[in-house]
């Protein structure tokens, strides 16, 4: 069993930067795939970007240039650097794993970007 716990959000003026970070307890292995997605309201889960145990990264297109994720060198954390933010961004971040076809998800962190 996997669980992750997110932290790092919070309000930010437009063109701030946040950095959301993502701790899981339990056993991540080799092949999985870590990532975070985003929902506004009203809106569907979305992908925001995605790393492999190789270190692919995969971005939506609305992040790439501003958005940076990493993961930790033991592979068990995963972080995403937000830079020039934008209203738009605004909302709950979730972490997820996938490893052995499951799906892990953590309990979210709301991301508000506004003046």
């Known amino acids: 069993q996997v669980q992750l716990v997110e932290s790092g959000g919070g309000l930010v003026q437009p063109g701030g930067s946040l950095r959301l970070s993502c701790e899981s307890s339990?056993?991540?292995?080799?092949?999985?795939?870590m990532g975070w997605y985003r929902q506004a309201p009203g809106k569907e889960r979305g992908l925001v970007a995605s790393i492999t145990w190789a270190g692919n990264t995969n971005y939506a297109d609305s992040v790439k240039g501003r958005f940076t994720i990493s993961r930790s060198y033991r592979k068990t954390s995963v972080y995403l650097q937000m830079n020039s933010l934008k209203p738009e961004d605004s909302a709950v971040y979730y972490c997820?794993?996938?490893?052995?076809?499951?799906?892990?998800w953590g309990q979210g962190t709301q991301v508000t970007v506004s003046s």
């Open positions: 339990g056993s991540i292995f080799g092949g999985s795939v």
């Open positions: 997820n794993v996938v490893q052995g076809g499951r799906d892990y």
